[in-house]
């Protein structure tokens, strides 16, 4: 049921933004790698509902509260849960990173968009963290960009690990090996790492 749910919001809604970059590809360009939001974001709307369920039956339980004023308690909480779902949905189908042969490209929002790219020649560092054991496992993590005059960071990606491996892949090959490797950090919080600049033999001694 849930990947049926993924299918149908991706395919009714992400695919519009996957056409939005591609109409802003140059000559020539194309698109080798792209991911999005996990469907681990949903969990915070599984939490939220969890715990306002609990808190409503330990109130009508406790105090012995009349069922026909519960009912309207009930029914407020099942239209606070549906607006977090739609608020998440719409983050987790409105955002699209993508990488093409030429630059790294991050699309967000359907109301007000937000676009940033960055030539691949101007990206200096890519970062996975995975904040959790959990997060590890299912494969969800964030992801920072250091590019030559500004830091984003992505989080919630799913797949962090495969598309940092192409975006830093991508970007080594236009700077001839000077991209400093990608650092994926395991822990709850992450340092970050000093800015790297390396001169020409010093990028062609890494690169072998």
């Known amino acids: 049921m849930t990947t049926l749910l993924r299918c149908v919001i991706i395919t009714l809604i992400g695919d519009r933004f996957m056409n939005y970059l591609e109409s802003h590809l140059s000559k020539g360009e194309k698109i080798v790698a792209r991911t999005r939001k996990s469907a681990f974001i949903f969990m915070r709307d599984v939490l939220l509902a969890a715990l306002l369920v609990g808190v409503a039956l330990g109130v009508q339980f406790g105090f012995k509260i009349d069922m026909n004023v519960m009912r309207w308690v009930y029914i407020a909480i099942i239209l606070v849960v549906l607006l977090a779902v739609a608020d998440t949905t719409v983050k987790y189908a409105s955002t699209l990173l993508a990488v093409s042969n030429k630059r790294f490209m991050f699309k967000e929002d359907i109301i007000t968009i937000k676009v940033f790219d960055a030539q691949l020649r101007n990206v200096d560092c890519v970062e996975v963290e995975y904040r959790t054991p959990l997060r590890r496992a299912l494969n969800v993590g964030d992801i920072t960009v250091r590019t030559r005059s500004s830091v984003h960071t992505f989080t919630n990606v799913a797949r962090p690990d495969r598309f940092s491996a192409v975006l830093n892949k991508r ?21 970050n790492p000093p800015y790297v600049k390396c001169e020409k033999n010093e990028c062609a001694e890494s690169a072998r």
Do not use: E, W, Y
Request: net charge neutral.
């Open 171 to 191: 970007a080594a090959d236009v700077q001839d090996g000077c991209l400093s490797r990608a650092n994926v950090t395991f822990g709850i919080t992450k340092s």
